[in-house]
């Protein structure tokens, strides 16, 4: 298990469609949501962490 870097879910790299690579390392998401967030501004989750479960969970 791996923690999604946007709402701090635990998700399962094997299992999970939602991924995407950021200076060279793979990143998982629990929903596309995460995803495009992370995608808009990954600096922000990177340097602040998850900020919990969005509405959407």
């Known amino acids: 298990m791996t923690k999604d870097p946007v709402?701090?879910?635990d998700v399962d790299p094997s299992k999970t469609p939602y991924?995407?690579?950021y200076?060279?390392?793979i990143?998982?998401?629990c929903s596309s949501e995460?995803?495009?967030a992370f995608?808009?501004?990954p600096e922000h989750y990177l340097i602040h962490g998850?900020?919990?479960m969005p509405s959407h969970h």
Request: charged share 45%.
């Open 7 to 9: 709402c701090g879910m």
């Open 19 to 21: 991924k995407t690579v």
């Open 23 to 25: 200076k060279g390392e």
């Open 27 to 29: 990143y998982y998401f």
């Open 34 to 36: 995460c995803k495009k």
């Open 39 to 41: 995608e808009k501004d």
């Open 50 to 52: 998850p900020k919990g």
